[in-house]
């Protein structure tokens, strides 16, 4: 069996300012075997890395009153909202800002870099994984994300172009490249699949329905897509699905047949998102402190790896690397899938 991916989401953002290259390279250097940017567009068409266009809520842009008149309110798959837009800034401009943490209540710590880091092209990402594996002496992958992309093709600014041009510029659009594609959304992944060579994940959230599927009147939901028949779609245009993590053992610990129909599809099953946290853990692993302090994240972890998930995005991806060496460690092989799901987690609580 081939050991679980660590992923690196937004980098390391359990410990830095999410989507900065000292995220990606903490992460890296922490052991995750690919970084995970999310990839939205500036005015000019460069692909940055943010999780949303809107960047008032982890840039400084808010406090730039160069800026101030471009604060905006637009709807963005169907949700208003209100602030600044990566797509009204020229690369140039994007460069004059400064990250900053998302969630300061949760992660004080990471305040502390605030101001310290811009935010990086995918080229910047994809360089800095060619030096970190040159570095490191092992391959560094990349795992980018076409963020609300038919939003961004509305604009004029489709990410998928920019996103070949990047790949095939870097050596990296081939099959065997350290290279995996992401989208929340169908249709372009399903473009893609003619286009690129590299595997492809389609994402699934736990609730509602990919947002080009709403905005061409298909009633699929999310969950449809997992259906048997569902898997078998995905299954002739992507390697692998990313399900939310509560769609393979939900927060009562209740655990579905994802995985195991995923790989009967011929999917690999990479889950999101995992953080040390006590505030983003089952119940029974939290710690005695409080909701922002660390709880037995590697627990967590380890009953996921032991339904066979082969890879999980973590915000800490040293919790990760832990919990795929406690797992190689344990006596036991991992559980066949052919155990009930359902006693693997009882036996592992
Ligand atoms: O892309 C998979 C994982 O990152 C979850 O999505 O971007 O909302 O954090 P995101
Ligand atoms: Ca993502």
Not at 4 to 30: D, F, K, M
Request: one cysteine or more.
């Amino acid at each position: 069996m081939r050991s679980p991916l660590i992923i690196g989401h937004r980098g390391a953002a359990g410990y830095r300012p999410e989507h900065t290259l000292a995220s990606y390279e903490l992460a890296a250097r922490l052991g995750a075997d690919f970084l995970e940017p999310d990839l939205v567009s500036t005015a000019d068409g460069v692909l940055v890395a943010r999780h949303e266009p809107e960047i008032g809520t982890t840039t400084d842009v808010a406090h730039r009153p160069e800026f101030a008149a471009r604060r905006v309110t637009k709807v963005v798959d169907g949700v208003r909202t209100h602030g600044w837009f990566v797509e009204d800034f020229t690369l140039e401009e994007l460069r004059t800002l400064r990250a900053v943490e998302r969630i300061p209540e949760v992660r004080r710590a990471n305040t502390g870099y605030d101001g310290h880091f811009g935010v990086p092209t995918f080229e910047e990402i994809l360089a800095l994984a060619a030096r970190l594996s040159d570095e490191l002496g092992r391959v560094v992958g990349v795992y980018p994300e076409t963020k609300h992309p038919s939003y961004f093709a509305a604009l004029g600014l489709a990410l998928e172009p920019p996103l070949q041009a990047a790949l095939r510029a870097a050596g990296l659009d081939r099959p065997d490249a350290p290279v995996f594609v992401q989208s929340f959304e169908v249709a372009n992944l399903r473009a893609l699949a003619g286009r690129l060579s590299v595997p492809l994940v389609q994402l699934v959230e736990a609730d509602g329905a990919p947002a080009d599927l709403v905005a061409a009147g298909d009633p699929r939901s999310y969950r449809d897509l997992l259906t048997p028949a569902g898997l078998a779609e995905i299954a002739g245009y992507a390697a692998a699905i990313g399900p939310d993590k509560d769609l393979v053992i939900d927060p009562d610990g209740v655990v579905s047949g994802l995985v195991a129909d995923a790989h009967a599809a011929g999917l690999a099953v990479h889950a999101y998102t995992f953080r040390d946290e006590n505030r983003f853990l089952p119940a029974d692993l939290r710690s005695v402190g409080g909701p922002n302090d660390p709880g037995d994240a590697v627990a967590e972890l380890t009953r996921f790896l032991r339904l066979g998930v082969d890879g999980v995005f973590c915000d800490h991806p040293d919790t990760g690397v832990a919990a795929r060496a406690a797992l190689a460690a344990l006596p036991v092989p991992v559980v066949p899938e052919s155990r009930s799901p359902a006693q693997t987690i009882r036996s592992s609580r």
